[in-house]
């Protein structure tokens, strides 16, 4: 599986963001997926999770209520919709394939995307 992370950028606080992630490969859609982010100098940090069928998701205590993850199935892609962003939410931002479950570590992650930087300027 191959991820690729798009849509991050400049953006003022109080702004929003989407970014996508599409996968190759023929097991995306029985795959769990998530988001994770780094600051400068520290370790990943996860960020969104969702199910293979998107039935169940999970969030960071930091982003709920203002981050939402989403997945097309038929279109390979997982989403990561971001709303109300603060300037802590500076970060780069990387999607991940796990298996049937992935989780909150890194490490029960298969794959991982190139990432993605966003920047919230105050």
């Known amino acids: 599986v191959q991820l690729q992370a798009s849509g991050g950028g400049l953006v003022q606080a109080g702004g929003s963001l989407r970014l996508s992630c599409a996968a190759s490969?023929?097991?995306?859609?029985?795959?769990?997926m998530g988001w994770f982010r780094r600051f400068p100098g520290t370790e990943r940090e996860f960020v969104a999770g969702?199910?293979?069928?998107?039935?169940?998701?999970t969030y960071a205590d930091s982003v709920k209520g203002r981050f939402t993850i989403s997945r097309d199935n038929t279109e390979n892609t997982v989403y990561l919709q971001m709303n109300s962003l603060k300037p802590e939410d500076t970060a780069v931002y990387y999607c991940?394939?796990?298996?049937?479950?992935?989780?909150?570590?890194?490490?029960?992650?298969?794959?991982w995307g190139q990432g993605t930087l966003v920047t919230v300027s105050s």
């Open positions: 991940a394939a796990g298996g049937s479950y992935g989780g909150v570590a890194p490490s029960g992650y298969d794959y």
């Open positions: 490969g023929r097991t995306f859609s029985r795959r769990y």
């Open positions: 969702i199910s293979w069928s998107g039935g169940s998701t």
